[in-house]
């Protein structure tokens, strides 16, 4: 019985063992699973973009100045205001040169009317010769008569305006400077006149002291020429005028100066200070328009002197008989006039040239928008004086904005002038898109953080109210769209050996075949272009993994 057991223990054992054998063999012997992960080749659009990150600026930001010092006494906006290209900003005080351009214009004015007169004197002496070659009747010599009696009249009433005009220079001189200075100086018509205040500029206040002393002197023997006038040199009568007038009007200018400086002190309220700065102003206009009164006269007279010898010339003319000598002489006093009337049309332009001086300077105390846009900075104040080039007012383009960005050494080979971009700007997130066009590529490199960057421009298609200066954009720009090509993933792509592709393609029972293959562009999902090696519809592997 023991030997029974013993004998089926032992076959037990056998039996086990050989059932563990055949497992292990099982399972050691049995083949590896190999998972294949492929993407199929298909015909696509790809779209080649390259990611940037840039700024929005506006096209024009410009800085302005005045191109000369002054006082400021108009400013027309603030911070924010919209405005139109050449409008006015800013302007410095310009009352002196708004007289000068008064004055210049009248000039151009009576220049002109002069040129009329000769234009009809010129017709008249034409007129002149066909008479003398007909003859001339009683009857029209006796209004020619009557003409010069006439002229004579006007001639004799320009030469009293003259005189008026003359001792109402001196009235208001005498006035400007006894009446409207002298309260400034101690013993103002003595030798010794003494400005009652302080003048910060030594050489200012010896000029209006000394020129105090002259003009003294100047009006004294002014006022006793005027009983006096010789009206046979009244030439040189208004010559002499004119000259007192001009020092008078350069003392006042140097007063102006004093005054102008003079400042709130113990000894000078703001009351007496702005009545200096009130006389000094009527005194000039006062002495301005005696100059102007004086000059108006002078043109009359000229004007009244040359009619009368233009009518006596045709009396002249309309007595003596139709003679050859008549006749010559007649044709050259038309030359003479032709001569007045080229003299005169110069005389007009020189007048012109003034006023364009005039409005040249009044142009420098006027500051004007060169663009349309947005005040981004004023500080300008009323009252304040500026220096010649101190920037007070800035202005960007209203609605010219464009991006500025860095673009890469690696990408730059891709983009070129007119590549569409799609952006988002930060201030209102990706779902916000605009779009924009490349429109300049700097030929230069810039060094940002030791890489090379070129800084590329572009504008938006399109205006947008939202877009502000100063704003972040994220780009993508498309610098190549390609239509219906195949295209596999970029992992896809085994490199070896350099510069050689491959690629492995699936193909029944699980049998892998590899492919050298010729890549295109890299689009957009990193998805590759396949030029050669690949046909569409084929099972390109992309990993492997073993089970």
Do not use: C
């Not at 003479?336 to 420098?364: G, M, P, R, T, Y």
């Not at 892998?512 to 569409?536: M, P, Q, T």
């Amino acid at each position: 019985m023991k030997k029974l057991l013993k004998k089926k223990k032992l076959t037990f054992g056998i039996i086990v063992s050989i059932l563990i054998v055949i497992l292990a063999f099982y399972f050691f012997t049995k083949d590896e699973t190999i998972e294949y992960n492929f993407s199929i080749a298909e015909r696509q659009d790809l779209i080649q973009e390259i990611s940037a990150t840039g700024r929005i600026k506006a096209v024009d930001d410009v800085d302005l100045a005045f191109e000369k010092s002054g006082r400021i006494n108009k400013i027309n906006v603030e911070v924010g205001d919209k405005v139109y290209k050449g409008q006015i900003l800013a302007e410095i005080e310009s009352d002196e040169i708004y007289a000068e351009l008064a004055q210049a214009r009248a000039g151009v004015a009576s220049a002109e009317a002069k040129l009329q007169q000769f234009e009809a004197i010129l017709e008249k002496e034409k007129s002149d010769l066909e008479t003398l070659k007909i003859g001339t009747r009683e009857e029209e010599i006796l209004i020619y008569q009557s003409k010069v009696t006439n002229a004579e009249a006007i001639y004799n009433a320009s030469i009293q305006n003259v005189i008026d005009n003359i001792e109402d220079a001196y009235t208001k001189s005498d006035d400007a400077v006894r009446n409207k200075t002298d309260i400034m100086f101690k013993d103002p018509r003595t030798s010794n006149p003494q400005i009652v205040f302080s003048v910060n500029n030594s050489q200012l206040e010896n000029d209006v002291e000394w020129g105090r002393f002259l003009i003294e002197q100047q009006l004294i023997a002014w006022n006793s020429s005027l009983n006096d006038i010789d009206k046979n040199s009244l030439y040189e009568e208004i010559t002499n005028s004119k000259n007192k007038l001009d020092e008078i009007k350069s003392f006042l200018e140097n007063m102006a100066s004093a005054v102008n400086n003079l400042s709130v002190s113990s000894g000078f309220s703001q009351t007496t200070i702005d009545g200096y700065k009130t006389n000094i102003y009527t005194a000039r206009t006062n002495v301005n328009t005696a100059i102007t009164n004086l000059s108006s006269a002078k043109e009359k007279f000229n004007t009244s002197h040359t009619s009368l010898l233009v009518a006596k010339n045709e009396l002249a003319l309309k007595q003596a008989a139709n003679t050859p000598e008549a006749i010559n002489s007649q044709k050259a006093t038309i030359k003479q006039a032709e001569a007045n009337i080229i003299s005169q049309k110069a005389e007009i332009d020189l007048k012109k040239s003034a006023v364009q001086a005039s409005l040249a300077k009044l142009s420098k105390n006027t500051l004007k928008s060169p663009i349309a846009g947005t005040i981004t900075k004023q500080k300008a104040q009323v009252g304040v004086i500026v220096s010649s080039g101190e920037i007070i007012i800035s202005v960007i383009s209203q609605s010219d904005l464009e991006i500025e960005t860095n673009i890469v050494e690696a990408d730059i080979a891709y983009l070129k002038i007119g590549n569409k971009a799609k952006l988002s700007l930060d201030a209102y997130g990706e779902d916000v898109i605009f779009e924009a066009e490349v429109i300049k590529i700097d030929p230069a490199a810039s060094l940002i953080e030791g890489v090379a960057n070129y800084k590329t421009t572009l504008e938006f298609i399109e205006s947008d109210e939202r877009i502000r200066s100063g704003m972040t954009a994220d780009l993508d720009i498309v610098t190549l769209e390609l239509k219906d090509v195949i295209a596999i993933p970029y992992r896809a792509i085994i490199f070896r050996n350099g510069s050689e592709r491959i690629v492995r393609i699936l193909k029944e029972n699980n049998l892998v075949e590899e492919s050298a293959v010729e890549i295109g562009i890299i689009g957009n999902g990193s998805l590759v272009e396949i030029i050669s090696g690949v046909n569409e519809g084929d099972k390109v592997i992309t990993s492997i993994k073993n089970n």
